[in-house]
């Protein structure tokens, strides 16, 4: 059995703990130390609201460890809140589990124990919190944020001091850099397995406890029509690397917060009605100019656990490179985009590419890479919107009549923040 054991806030330091029991008796401990704000401690209610959600979340880091269907916690949950919480660590883990030769039946299943629902509590708070990366679709929102003359905080979630230095220049007020210690020593100790967890989720719940120390009510993430697309099955479970980035589950996220968190906080993406493709042309009509060759969506070279990520790049060799390359190539001519790139070539050509693009493109039967990524039918539109100067490649890119201006379902307390 993996237990949640208990979560505590410092109010002094404004550090959170949140502590975890595996199977196989391994402890573990996470510490976020938090932007210490003037708030008012006499009414925890709230905070603690919170901080319950992020444990619960945060934990996924924890229990892939050595998994199993069975978890207790010291809280009795609610029938929404069991069910929650199990998608979480079932879809939210499905590529964890696909990876693991696990299926559905042997991950987390949470048990409501109690049918009373708690009372609504309203937030006091009124302003914008948005998350910021030094990717495309975050220095958008903050471009749309700034031009609409709307105040706001950026905030990042690190795991060090370091992080993207364009974040300085993005026009916010304030900035939150949330340092989450994540208890490596622990999980190298316990021996278990390893895998993707839901980290969208994770960094959500993060900054749900720190718009609460602000006084904010609006928390803003990134995202566009993406993740729905399943790179695979496991019976009944659908295998996807980003499930907590796509629309299904930003609205659970959503309703689990106004119900049992604050009913007049909102959280999720202004961008979520527009295509992948279509925030590329976004971002290059908006942002090229200031922050063509300050940003990168490049995992490897920028995000992994302890690289100095101060000044941002691309490695070239990965299908998030191949992935931005594609949505962005109906938009830029090749001379602009290759310079983002070592060697300065087009991506196109490279032959350390061809399974990624594959994948990509959904050709040869190729799997989706597991990265956040457009859908096969959206980049092989981009494929075959590209400028005429790249060059083709070496295999056959089927026909797509993917509408890349089509607008999706999308919050639209959320969308109206921003005048696009």
Request: negative net charge.
């Amino acid at each position: 059995m993996f237990k949640f054991l208990n979560y505590e806030f410092d109010q002094n330091s404004f550090s959170a703990s949140f502590n975890y029991l595996g199977p196989d008796g391994t402890t573990f401990c996470e510490k976020i130390n938090f932007r210490k704000t003037n708030y008012d401690f006499s009414n925890r209610e709230l905070l603690d609201r919170a901080l319950f959600l992020a444990h619960i979340i945060i934990g996924t880091s924890y229990y892939k460890a050595h998994p199993t269907p069975d978890v207790a916690l010291e809280k009795s949950l609610t029938d929404f809140q069991a069910k929650f919480f199990s998608t979480v660590y079932q879809e939210g883990l499905s590529q964890f589990a696909y990876e693991n030769n696990l299926t559905r039946d042997n991950l987390a299943h949470f048990v409501a124990e109690s049918a009373v629902e708690p009372s609504e509590l309203e937030h006091s708070g009124s302003g914008i919190l948005c998350g910021q990366s030094g990717g495309k679709d975050s220095l958008l929102v903050a471009k749309l944020l700034t031009n609409s003359k709307k105040p706001w905080t950026a905030i990042m979630v690190s795991s060090t001091e370091n992080y993207p230095k364009v974040i300085d220049n993005v026009g916010a007020k304030e900035f939150d850099l949330i340092i989450r210690k994540i208890d490596i020593e622990s999980l190298k100790a316990s021996g278990g397995l390893n895998g993707h967890v839901p980290v969208t989720y994770i960094n959500m719940a993060i900054m749900l406890i720190q718009a609460i120390l602000n006084g904010d009510n609006y928390i803003l993430t990134s995202i566009g029509h993406e993740g729905a697309e399943p790179h695979a099955y496991l019976g009944d479970l659908p295998v996807n690397h980003q499930w907590s980035k796509t629309w299904e589950a930003e609205q659970l996220f959503l309703e689990y917060v106004q119900k049992y968190v604050a009913k007049n906080i909102f959280i999720g993406s202004p961008l979520r009605q527009y295509s992948e493709l279509k925030i590329a042309e976004l971002f290059v009509e908006n942002c090229w100019a200031e922050y063509g060759h300050n940003f990168s969506s490049c995992n490897v070279a920028n995000y992994k656990q302890g690289i100095n990520n101060q000044a941002l790049s691309w490695c070239g060799l990965c299908a998030k490179c191949a992935n931005s390359y594609l949505l962005f190539s109906p938009f830029l001519e090749p001379e602009d985009l290759n310079l983002l790139f070592p060697e300065h070539k087009s991506l196109l050509e490279k032959p350390e590419l061809s399974d990624d693009f594959k994948g990509l493109l959904g050709i040869d039967g190729v799997i989706k890479p597991f990265e956040c990524i457009g859908e096969i039918a959206e980049l092989r539109k981009a494929y075959q919107l590209k400028k005429a100067a790249y060059p083709d490649l070496p295999f056959i890119v089927p026909a797509s009549d993917f509408d890349y201006e089509k607008l999706y379902p999308a919050n639209e307390e959320l969308t109206n923040l921003l005048e696009v």
